[in-house]
């Protein structure tokens, strides 16, 4: 299947300071990326859609100037997290999508806010 | 709201045993389906994909459409202890996306 790369893994942050996370899909083109949230023993949640060059959409109850999404190119999305609180403390997660089939996960980061 | 109900489970199956998972959607014009599994600490993984009706097999899974129903499931032969995760019903939304849904807990005992 595709590979999407997600950087870092694992990183932990003092409150509120910002972290940025990658999501690079290296083989494919992804016009669109998902990112997801999730919390210990809990189902994907999902954050924001990402389509390359607009703005990013945003569910419900996601505070979009918190969770600032940039998709600048077809292979790229980031997700940074401004002010992280210890609350932000959770596993996110990226995917991408070639048009409507299936989606390809990055590995993950666990973003500890201490 | 569209939705995807999972038994949650845990669904505990011998080892060698077969393990079905089960999953229902309400979206009616869904045309993509899938199979994720993820292991604790791990994003998900692609496991299987689905599209029309019937059976489609790969190696010891099988993933069963039933669009009239809006069921699909996922049945793992010889089931193994390795396969213990959480399986993820997936399917298309009408934005491109994916709703996946709250998962399944497989538990396979050798």
């Known amino acids: 299947g595709a590979v999407v790369s997600q950087h870092p893994s694992r990183v932990i942050c003092k409150s509120g300071t910002s972290v940025k996370i990658e999501c690079r899909s290296l083989?494919?083109?992804?016009?669109?990326m998902f990112w997801y949230r999730q919390f210990p023993k809990q189902s994907l949640m999902l954050m924001a859609t990402?389509?390359?060059?607009?703005?990013?959409?945003?569910e419900q109850g996601v505070e979009k100037d918190k969770f600032l999404i940039n998709h600048a190119s077809l292979t790229l999305s980031t997700l940074t997290v401004t002010s992280a609180h210890p609350e932000d403390s959770s596993f996110y997660i990226c995917?991408?999508?070639?048009?409507?089939?299936?989606?390809?996960f990055g590995q993950g980061t666990r973003l500890t806010v201490v | 709201q569209k939705e995807v109900e999972q038994n949650s489970g845990p669904l505990s199956v011998p080892e060698g045993a077969i393990a079905s998972l089960n999953c229902t959607y309400s979206?009616?014009?869904?045309?993509?389906f899938f199979w994720y599994r993820q292991y604790s600490g791990k994003s998900p993984e692609l496991i299987m994909s689905?599209?029309?009706?019937g059976d489609k097999e790969d190696g010891r899974f099988t993933a069963q459409l039933n669009k009239a129903s809006q069921y699909v499931s996922l049945l793992i032969r010889d089931s193994q202890p390795s396969d213990s995760a959480t399986y993820l019903c997936?399917?298309?939304?009408?934005?491109?996306?994916?709703?996946f849904g709250k998962g399944t807990k497989l538990s396979v005992k050798p």
């Open positions: 995917s991408a999508q070639m048009g409507s089939t299936e989606a390809f």
């Open positions: 083989d494919f083109q992804a016009t669109t």
């Open positions: 689905i599209y029309s009706n």
């Open positions: 979206d009616r014009v869904s045309q993509s």
């Open positions: 997936a399917v298309s939304g009408s934005q491109g996306n994916l709703i």
């Open positions: 990402s389509n390359e060059g607009s703005k990013a959409t945003y």
